[in-house]
């Protein structure tokens, strides 16, 4: 059974979406997140990734912490967040605010002690790995920053260091609504069958969904899809059972 995680992206406490992660392609879909945190609470989904697109692209925490906190507090969804987290004060904050799991990605790949640190005080229940990726390599910093980084390899040392959960977007198909990546899923699965494996970027309908539980993600990220109205969460009940 794969888990359905509806996204939502902030800048300026805003509800927006990114085309291939391109702040210039920005688009505002709702003014107030909480209202959309409500929506899918009412549809029976059990969790929701927030990012942070301010603190991706800065580095630190922005004021959309405080709308972590209104949905936390307003709602019984499990919510993960990521976005700027690179000190012990943030991942403090981002906890104190209610996440349940705190989504890192560029300071795993920047400061690999620090996230070491991470996992072993706060566990692998509480860290997700976040990993964005363009022709199969890691790009960090809001994806304004390619790496050489395989995608493969980095999964397999960060499972073998305690990781065993992993949100991995292909860059190029996040936001278009084209289709996912799933040959790249299908790969990194036969490499790190284990990994529980969360897929994002380019969902477009529900056959996108199934194909992805068949090959073996564990959760997928759905956001521009309903965003459009191309999925209407009404038809996710039958991936909710």
């Known amino acids: 059974?794969?888990?359905?995680?509806?996204?939502?992206?902030?800048?300026?406490?805003?509800?927006?979406?990114?085309?291939?992660?391109?702040f210039l392609r920005k688009k505002?879909?709702?003014e107030n997140p909480l209202d959309v945190a409500k929506e899918f609470e009412a549809a029976d989904l059990k969790r929701l990734h927030i990012v942070d697109l301010d603190g991706a692209k800065t580095g630190k925490l922005t004021g959309n912490l405080e709308q972590?906190?209104?949905i936390a507090r307003n709602t019984n969804l499990i919510v993960d967040f990521?976005?700027?987290?690179?000190?012990?004060?943030?991942?403090?904050?981002?906890?104190s605010?209610?996440?349940a799991m705190a989504s890192i990605g560029s300071l795993a790949v920047k400061e690999p002690e620090k996230f070491a640190r991470w996992l072993e005080k706060y566990g692998g229940g509480k860290i997700l790995l976040g990993a964005d990726v363009t022709d199969e390599k890691i790009a960090i910093d809001g994806w304004?920053?390619?790496?050489?980084?395989?995608?493969?390899?980095?999964?397999?040392?960060?499972?073998?260091?305690?990781?065993?959960?992993?949100?991995?977007?292909?860059?190029?198909?996040?936001?278009?609504l084209a289709g996912t990546a799933k040959d790249l899923y299908a790969m990194i699965l036969r490499?790190?069958?284990?990994?529980?494996?969360?897929?994002?970027?380019?969902?477009?309908?529900?056959?996108?969904?199934?194909?992805?539980?068949?090959i073996g993600c564990a959760g997928v990220i759905v956001g521009a899809a309903i965003y459009e109205g191309r999925i209407n969460l009404a038809e996710l009940q039958k991936f909710l059972k």
């Open 1 to 22: 059974m794969i888990e359905i995680i509806p996204a939502i992206d902030l800048i300026d406490g805003k509800c927006v979406r990114l085309a291939q992660g391109d």
């Open 28 to 30: 505002v879909y709702r």
């Open 68 to 70: 972590l906190e209104i």
């Open 82 to 95: 990521g976005g700027g987290i690179y000190s012990d004060e943030a991942i403090e904050a981002v906890f």
């Open 97 to 99: 605010a209610g996440a």
């Open 144 to 176: 304004q920053t390619a790496t050489k980084i395989e995608i493969t390899g980095y999964l397999k040392n960060n499972y073998a260091n305690g990781v065993y959960q992993a949100i991995v977007t292909d860059i190029s198909k996040d936001g278009l």
């Open 191 to 214: 490499e790190i069958p284990e990994l529980k494996l969360i897929a994002s970027g380019g969902v477009a309908n529900l056959e996108d969904i199934a194909e992805l539980e068949r």
